[in-house]
């Protein structure tokens, strides 16, 4: 079984910067392909951004292109979301996901099979 408990999130002003991170259990962590998704209240749970595990491509929602870097250390086993220019708009409760499959569709929640309980990040404006 595959675990993964994020951390890492807090409150901070529009246009500062805060890094969540996720560790993640498993021996072959450098396999899997990672993502993270946001929730808001009342809303669908929406992709942020992803990393495969077999070419290291990374993609991103093009709310947060340009401000959130997503990296991963494989001798950590741990995923990062650097978030910068925070807006108000990108409150919300921060997952991050992974899967050992081979990854169709980055930005959909089914494509992943284990996902963390989550880090509240708000935005204050």
């Known amino acids: 079984q595959v675990q993964l408990v994020e951390s890492g999130g807090g409150l901070v002003q529009a246009g500062g910067s805060l890094s969540v991170s996720c560790a993640v259990s498993g021996r072959t962590f450098w396999r899997y392909s990672l993502g993270w998704f946001r929730q808001v209240p009342g809303k669908e749970r929406e992709f942020v951004a992803a990393?495969?595990?077999?070419?290291?491509?990374?993609y991103y929602a093009d709310s947060v292109k340009g401000r959130f870097t997503m990296s991963r250390d494989n001798t950590r086993n741990t995923v990062y979301l650097q978030m910068s220019i925070l807006k108000p708009e990108d409150t919300a409760v921060y997952y991050c996901a992974a899967t050992d499959k081979y990854l169709r569709e980055y930005d959909r929640r089914n494509s992943y099979d284990y996902w963390g309980q989550g880090t509240q990040v708000t935005v204050s404006s």
């Open positions: 990393a495969r595990g077999d070419f290291g491509t990374t």
